[in-house]
């Protein structure tokens, strides 16, 4: 049964599955009509690749595991697609040492692992990881024997990591333990040791390939810090990573795959808005106001209102069109704030997102005027690498510049969200700062909000001042204190 061995859990097999799931793999190889496999890894590759489709591209993907493979490489053009040239095992997984890493520090593996990014800004170099995950000729190379595997975790609330690095560390963190120094440093040298084998990943494949742009997917993908170090290199010309890079895009990377062997040549995508909509005059953003019974107004120009509630310190609920595809809030499923100050970042996560002070903001930032504020000479529109913010800049953007120097941009222009870029435009015309502090409409441990019943609920449990759905704009009253 190797070809259902993705969805099972590493060192399981057929027999170990329950018998639900054996009943309708059976049914399904005995009674569906013949269709052309595709792996794990294979569906990230094309998911990278046809969303951004250029000559000279080599892809790469990795992740945790899939398929019983943990990253596989290629190269891809217009006329044979992707081609995959070699791969990873299970037992040889950056995603699984930073998963391994996430749980030791006392998050959650598998969802967490943007925590320890953020966390290592805080940390200095005092830990050697490179015993656990190192550079090699041959791209990398992790000790498994770090992982936990006897008896594997079934769970992600057990523990990943094995009895090995607690000795060469101490003693781990437990879920909802203070974060000291040493944790600060251990989430240093995980971020650092994960730079340093992607860069010899990724100047491995190069040199076997000749080619200079990388299309990147895979959940390691989404590592934003790593991704700037790799596009800094002076070997890459460009460097794509795909939006929904974890296995929320295997369904895109499957489609595209099989749109090319069929024939076709698939056209990749202009954005990535293709959730539900709710547009500007939507009868269910009405019919869900009504039903609450909150008093609300219509406006024709609600950027503009809500740019100038953004420069009087105002902390704005934004809910327009179809939602995001992919982990990052775009501009239409997102909580706005005044970037310029420190203060603010503090502000935003005591009164609305109540989550770790140590984890920074996102700057959507009109794309015409980003490489005035970080250094960047490219668009970067879905939030998947991280730049610096210039230096003279860094005080005009304290909301939303990291302890590291660093930003996750997003670019955003006027024909891609003409909304949001009406939004920051006049936020602009108000401040002279042609960029906003974006972050994700929603409270620490729950999804983004999708309908307008939830963006509702989330703005009467919160500190927010203002919601705006659509053309719908709900405000608060709030009595200054004696």
Same mark, same amino acid.
């Given at each position: 049964m190797n070809d259902i061995d993705g969805i099972v859990h590493p060192g399981e097999t057929y027999d170990d599955m329950p018998g639900r799931i054996r009943d309708y793999i059976t049914y399904y190889f005995g009674h569906c009509p013949p269709v052309e496999m595709i792996n794990h890894q294979m569906a990230h590759l094309a998911s990278a690749y046809f969303h951004a489709p250029a000559d000279d591209t080599f892809v790469l993907s990795y992740d945790a595991y899939g398929d019983r493979l943990s990253g596989a490489y290629g190269i891809a053009d217009s006329e044979k697609g992707v081609e995959m040239l070699g791969s990873f095992p299970n037992s040889n997984s950056l995603g699984m040492f930073y998963a391994t890493m996430t749980s030791y520090l006392g998050f959650m593996p598998g969802e967490d692992e943007f925590k320890v990014m953020g966390l290592a800004a805080y940390g200095k170099e005092k830990y050697d990881l490179t015993v656990f995950a190192k550079p090699t000729a041959d791209g990398y190379l992790v000790d498994s024997d770090f992982i936990r595997s006897d008896p594997a975790p079934k769970s992600r609330l057990e523990p990943y990591y094995s009895q090995k690095l607690v000795d060469l560390?101490?003693?781990?963190?437990?879920?909802?333990?203070?974060?000291?120094?040493?944790?600060?440093?251990?989430?240093?040298?995980?971020?650092?040791?994960?730079?340093?084998?992607?860069?010899?990943?990724?100047?491995?494949?190069?040199?076997?390939?000749? !080619? +200079?742009? /990388? $299309?990147?997917?895979?959940? *390691?993908?989404?590592?934003?810090?790593? =991704?700037?170090?790799?596009?800094?290199?002076?070997?890459?010309?460009d460097l794509f990573v795909q939006p929904a890079s974890s296995d929320r895009g295997l369904a895109l990377g499957c489609a595209y795959h099989g749109?090319?062997?069929?024939?076709d040549r698939p056209q990749p995508l202009s954005d990535v808005y293709l959730g539900p909509s709710s547009s500007a005059a939507d009868d269910t953003i009405k019919a869900a106001l009504d039903l609450t019974g909150m008093a609300f107004r219509e406006s024709d120009a609600p950027g503009e209102e809500v740019g100038r509630w953004l420069a009087e310190g105002k902390i704005v609920g934004w809910f327009q069109g179809r939602s995001e595809f992919g982990p990052r809030a775009l501009?239409? !499923? +997102?909580? /706005? $704030?005044?970037?310029?100050? *420190?203060?603010?970042?503090?502000?935003? =996560?005591?009164?609305?997102?109540?989550?770790e002070e140590f984890r920074p903001f996102a700057p959507a930032t009109l794309e015409e005027e980003a490489s005035t504020l970080f250094e960047m000479s490219k668009p970067s529109p879905y939030m998947t690498k991280a730049f610096p913010v210039r230096e003279e800049k860094k005080a005009t953007l304290g909301g939303v510049t990291h302890l590291n120097g660093t930003a996750r941009v997003q670019t955003?222009?006027?024909?891609?969200?003409?909304?949001?870029?009406?939004?920051?435009?006049?936020?602009?015309n108000e401040t002279g700062v042609p960029s906003v502090m974006n972050t994700s409409f929603n409270i620490k441990g729950q999804p983004i909000v999708e309908t307008p019943l939830e963006a509702i609920s989330t703005f009467a449990s919160t500190g927010l001042d203002a919601l705006v759905m659509g053309n719908f704009i709900v405000e608060k009253q709030r009595t200054p204190r004696a």
């Open positions: 560390l101490g003693e781990p963190r437990r879920l909802g333990e203070p974060i000291d120094e040493r944790l600060m440093d251990v989430a240093f040298a995980t971020q650092q040791a994960l730079e340093a084998c992607a860069i010899s990943l990724v100047e491995m494949i190069q040199k076997k390939t000749g !080619r +200079s742009r /990388l $299309a990147l997917a895979g959940g *390691v993908g989404l590592n934003c810090s790593a =991704n700037l170090k790799l596009d800094r290199l002076p070997t890459l010309n749109a090319f062997a069929a024939g501009g239409n !499923r +997102s909580i /706005l $704030a005044d970037p310029r100050s *420190v203060e603010m970042k503090d502000v935003v =996560n005591a009164r609305v997102k109540f989550r955003v222009s006027a024909e891609s969200n003409p909304r949001f870029h009406a939004v920051i435009k006049a936020f602009a």
